[in-house]
């Protein structure tokens, strides 16, 4: 097991705040978007998030690390955030199942992080001012050269990302029978326990990197459509609002999850907006108001669709929304065998309120 170094680290804002703690993980620098995530446990699932992509972690819960890291319970095959910020940095482990340290798994896979910060501090500083970009460093004291260096990284507002975590070849998952059915599964950034979810329920599917055109999905004689979650700004991606569009003008069934909700409504011309903060956390009630039940969910966006023009728009009715705050949690299309949610059904904080979405979108193929 690793050992931890004392060296000290620095956290920069882009406001110019700074934060002094120690270092964590990899010794080096890194930079992101700060955001922070409310839930007490599942921080192995959250760094391997690829909606997290280019995004600095700041975990509200104080111990980190104390349960290890397991293998097999990862979201993708690489650690996703930019960089971890932490109060209580746990080498030690109690779990039996785990595999290895927190600190062996940010070294082996080079993740900059800094522990000892005051989270509550830092997170009532970030819901005041907003999210904003920042930087680690565990090597570099000067704040001017840091501040530099900080001024490059670009907004996360206008950045396309998914790209840049899709899978780059085409692969299957599920078994596929005589009575299975058949989803091409657009990959903008896919959880494992999304596909998981469809495999549970007979679904034999097929991932496509994010940029591939309907017509060569079209070619795996797919039953229904799923457009993913994935990380940066919906509006910045035209080439899937378009592969959207001729789902859509197929009349073939859709499911969006997250970045797949925002592009549902992108291409039906309801605009996205970045949100002052974003929801990220596990305990997010939204009620279906279809059904008339509320749901405890998991989230994790930064963007959000326009409420008042979903609400004004004939195109689309308004399926779930979220009680905190009224945002727009849920759409379907009318006329159409299309819907989606903001929220990730395939985790479990309720723990399965939102597993029917699921259940939903088979029958809707069937």
């Known amino acids: 097991m690793s050992y931890l170094t004392k060296l000290p680290a620095i956290l920069l804002l882009a406001d110019g ?40 972690m700041v975990t509200t819960n104080a111990h980190i690390g104390n ?34 340290s927190i600190q062996d798994y940010f070294q082996e896979q080079n993740i900059v992080s800094i522990s000892d910060i005051d989270t509550r501090q830092l997170v009532r500083y970030i819901r005041e001012k907003g999210a904003m970009n920042a930087i680690i460093s565990s090597e570099i ?6 501040k530099k260096k900080l001024d ?22 599920g078994e596929e029978g005589a009575d ?18 469809f495999a549970h329920r007979d679904v034999y599917g097929k991932v496509f990197p994010a940029k591939t055109t309907f017509a060569e999905m079209e070619e795996f004689k797919p ?19 378009d592969t959207v569009k001729e789902i859509l003008a197929a009349e073939k069934p859709m499911f969006g999850i997250c970045l797949g909700h925002q ?11 970045k949100m002052f903060n974003g929801h990220r956390g596990l305990n997010h009630p939204v009620k279906n108001i279809i059904k008339n039940h509320c749901e405890v969910t998991s989230q994790n966006h930064g963007f959000g669709v326009v409420p008042e023009a979903v609400r004004a728009s004939d195109k689309v009715e308004i399926t779930h929304v979220n009680l905190n705050d009224q945002s727009i949690e849920g759409i379907r299309v009318k006329g159409k065998k299309a819907f989606s949610v903001q929220y990730h059904p395939e985790s479990s904080p309720g723990p399965h309120d939102s597993r029917y979405l699921f259940d939903d979108f088979v029958d809707m193929m069937g």
């Open 67 to 100: 349960y290890g890291i397991r293998k097999e319970e990862v979201e993708s095959d690489q650690i996703q955030i930019a960089g971890l910020v932490c109060k209580n940095y746990n080498i030690a482990y109690s779990r039996k199942e785990a595999d290895e």
């Open 223 to 241: 039953d229904g459509y799923f457009i993913s979650n994935g990380p940066g700004d919906p509006s910045a991606m035209p080439y899937a609002i």
């Open 17 to 56: 705040t700074v934060f002094h703690g120690k270092a964590a993980g990899k010794i080096g620098t890194t930079t992101g978007e700060i955001c922070f995530n409310t839930g007490m446990t599942g921080y192995q699932e959250i760094f391997t998030d690829p909606s997290y992509f280019g995004q600095i």
């Open 152 to 173: 490059a990284v670009p907004s996360m507002d206008g950045l396309e990302l998914s790209s840049q975590v899709s899978t780059k070849e085409t692969y299957n998952f």
């Open 180 to 197: 299975s059915k058949r989803i091409a599964v657009l990959d903008l950034g896919v959880k494992k326990n999304i596909l998981r979810n």
């Open 141 to 146: 004291t000067d704040i001017d050269e840091l």
């Open 263 to 273: 592009l549902l409504a992108l291409a039906n011309d309801i605009p996205t907006k």
